[in-house]
């Protein structure tokens, strides 16, 4: 016979009274989904992926949500790996029915694509800004927060036609999909721009030994040096390296490696290193910048790009939601999507610092930031830059 | 309680099965696996598939490491042969899904075949380093044959069709990966029932002994490669058709770590034990998934919190069941079922 111990007993009734305790979800809520990297190489960025999402997503709610119905943020760790992303997918597909999602890599945007189309339900932006998915005919219902790479690269090249006509740019990326994705078209942008592209260099992914390349890159004297495909290293390595030689070639990054704590971290090396970034920095008091101070407000210490990435994320998908609604549509990734496209100079509370629309699947803003070892933060070296599409 | 089977003959004693309790288990196990998709949503029937195609690229390389004891870091790489190649015959000459599949299969394993060959000459660790050979030239093929393999950006994949109907969703794949997969842990189950697959065995257990008893070690180890790397990529087809997209990310060196870890925690040169590995090393992180679920509605950022504490846990429990159970998950199956035999004496 079954005997409960009395200890067996209180287990139990804690378990119901926790199950009974279960917060109720509204049939009505519009639920976000997401496939976040909160372990694994990548978790520095979902971390604060995760954070900027829920933040807005309370600050909505607070609000009063959007028409009275509340944004609930459904979301699981991915370790960044492809199918765990899948499952995460499918588990939140099924439980929480959502009509926005947030995916983490270039990879799952592209395996989940087709899945996308069939189910109908849903728009989806994420963490990748990968130029081959800035295609609403092969990719109708998704977007990213920010512009694709080639528009990163061309937003750098711009700067430097301006700054130097004519000047000699190298290109330095890993032999990953990540970095090769802007290096063809880029250097085609370039010739249009009139600089001329000297070296090109493919390092293997996580190198750490860069000194042949840094000789090659000696070589070819360079006045820009252009980084993309890696999060940090082997840059520092680079940067340290090329000094020690005497180059004097200005070196630039994208998006990934422009975090604030992350360029500080090579400290002194760090000087006068450039990127671009589409949106403000946390700290930027500068102009009108509701947002940014309600989220100095709610948390006190520095959040990092990828914070502002996934807040903003949020942003446009709930401006989007609401949008439909307005229209008395229902939720689906068709009126989703046309209600996000509808979006024409959109007011970010200052996230990005003009008024930016989304007449595709990316928004092709950026500006110039230059690492200041003094104040060890990064600070406006041109104006914000708008590529027309 | 049950003594003893007896065996009157050499076929009774070759059987897969022993006894008519066992066949019987077996069919209600491939009811409940018919039965399973209808009872579950989306989610559990993605990971049903996943798990069966880990299965059968696990159960490959059990015949090679477990059964040959020739150990192979090369198992990705050969999925991602399959993978390719399902992947190019279905987007540009649309043949049929199972003709693919087979295709996919043989090709891997010539590829196979090739990388097996340095076995000849070195064994153990040395083969190990390689075969990781393969995995780095592989992927240097995938990126850079741009003409075939559409370089980085990788091969988009349509669905698999069968009778007309398109299988876009894992409920509808299941149908196939799942039978699939059970037909072919039949066939490596089957497979040492027969010459060729004692040969394996007895190459693995001492090969120069094996070589005096006149089985070619030539022919024997590349066999044991191409038949492994078959294995692999008709898994490696099965996974093209499942994630619609093959990129040369998507079959990292990390992936036959997974492959050798799911053999040595499921036990080594035994069926089950590449079944038992495969599944636990593709369900239990998802497993420790739900924990997390159970809690955040109370704690919000338990996900947040929890879910560096979860790989934790994940490689805790791989090194427990290496020190506990050397043998693997296998033994303790084995543990189990001799309990019940034995009830209510103790073994």
């Known amino acids: ?389 | 309680m049950r003594i003893a089977s007896a065996k009157e003959s050499y076929a009774t004693d070759e059987a897969l099965f022993d006894s008519a309790v066992q066949r019987a288990w077996f069919a209600v196990l491939l009811l409940a696996l018919a039965l399973f998709p209808f009872t579950v949503n989306q989610y559990w029937a993605y990971l049903a598939c996943l798990a069966a195609i880990n299965v059968i690229s696990a159960t490959g390389l059990n015949i090679l490491t477990g059964y040959t004891g020739l150990v192979s870091l090369g198992q990705a790489a050969f999925m991602g042969v399959g993978a390719y190649t399902v992947a190019v015959l279905e987007a540009r000459l649309g043949t049929p899904f199972l003709l693919n599949l087979l295709l996919g299969g043989c090709m891997a394993a010539a590829v196979g075949m090739v990388f097996g060959i340095p076995s000849l000459r070195v064994k153990g660790l040395y083969l190990a380093i390689s075969t990781i050979a393969a995995s780095f030239i592989l992927h240097f093929v995938f990126a850079n044959w741009t003409s075939v393999t559409k370089g980085v950006s990788g091969i988009n994949v349509p669905p698999a069709r069968l009778f007309g109907i398109d299988l876009d969703t894992p409920f509808k794949l299941y149908w196939v990966i799942v039978p699939l997969a059970v037909l072919m842990l039949l066939g490596a189950a089957n497979l040492f029932r027969t010459r060729v697959g004692r040969a394996f065995i007895a190459v693995r257990d001492r090969d120069i002994s094996a070589e005096v008893l006149g089985i070619p070690l030539l022919r024997t180890k590349l066999t044991s490669f191409a038949l492994s790397s078959f294995y692999a990529g008709v898994a490696g087809g099965l996974w093209a058709y499942f994630f619609r997209v093959v990129t040369p990310e998507s079959f990292p060196l990390l992936m036959s770590i997974f492959f050798l870890a799911a053999i040595i925690v499921g036990g080594m040169g035994t069926i089950l034990g590449g079944i038992l590995g495969a599944v636990f090393m593709t369900l239990v992180p998802e497993l420790l998934k739900l924990g997390v679920g159970v809690v955040s509605p109370f704690w919000p950022e338990a996900a947040v919190v929890l879910s560096p504490v979860r790989t934790v846990v994940f490689g805790a429990l791989i090194v427990g069941f290496l020190v506990f159970e050397p043998q693997g998950l296998t033994e303790m199956w084995r543990r189990t079922r001799r309990f019940f035999h034995l009830w209510p004496f103790k073994t």
């Open chain 1, 1 to 389: 016979m079954l005997r409960l111990s009395r200890r067996g007993l209180g287990a139990l009734a804690l378990a119901a009274g926790m199950a009974a305790a279960v917060p109720a979800k509204a049939a009505d809520d519009i639920v976000l989904g997401g496939s976040i990297p909160m372990t694994g190489v990548f978790a520095f960025a979902g971390i604060g992926i995760q954070a900027g999402i829920s933040d807005y997503l309370k600050i909505v709610n607070d609000a009063g949500g959007v028409k009275g119905r509340k944004v609930r943020f459904a979301f699981e760790d991915t370790a960044y790996k492809v199918d765990a992303s899948v499952a995460v997918f499918n588990k939140i597909v099924a439980q929480d029915k959502p009509n926005l999602y947030y995916g983490d890599s270039t990879a799952f945007s592209k395996t989940i694509n087709p899945e996308l189309e069939r189910s109908g339900q849903m728009i989806m932006a994420g963490a990748s800004f990968a130029t081959e998915l800035n295609d609403p005919k092969k990719y109708p219902l998704q977007f990213m927060a920010g512009p694709d790479y080639t528009e990163m690269f061309g937003i750098l090249l711009r700067y430097i036609a301006k700054e130097k006509p004519g000047a000699k740019v190298a290109f330095v990326n890993s032999d990953t999909e990540f970095g090769r994705d802007p290096i063809a078209t880029s250097e085609k942008k370039a010739v249009e721009l009139g600089l001329k592209v000297v070296e090109k260099i493919v390092t293997p992914p996580g190198s750490v030994d860069v000194s042949t390349e840094v000789l090659k890159l000696r070589r070819s004297a360079p006045d820009y040096t252009i980084f993309h495909g890696y999060v940090m290293a082997p840059i520092p390595e680079f940067i340290a390296q090329a000094k020690q030689m005497g180059m004097t070639s200005k070196f630039m990054g994208t998006f990934w490696s422009m975090d604030n704590s992350m360029v500080q971290k090579m400290g002194e090396l760090a000087d006068g290193f450039m990127g671009v970034m589409p949106y403000r920095y946390y700290y930027d008091e500068d102009g009108n910048a509701p947002m940014l101070a309600k989220i100095r407000q709610m948390r006190p210490e520095y959040q990092s790009t990828p914070y502002m990435q996934g807040f903003l994320t949020a942003m446009l998908m709930v401006e989007a939601a609401k949008r439909t609604l307005d229209k008395g549509e229902p939720l689906t990734g068709k009126t989703l999507k046309a209600a996000l496209n509808s979006i024409k100079d959109f007011d970010t509370g200052g996230i990005i610092g003009v008024p930016i629309s989304v007449p595709g699947n990316s928004i092709p803003v950026g500006r110039i930031y230059k690492a200041d070892v003094q104040k060890k933060l990064m600070v406006p070296a041109s104006d914000w830059i708008k590529l027309e599409q």
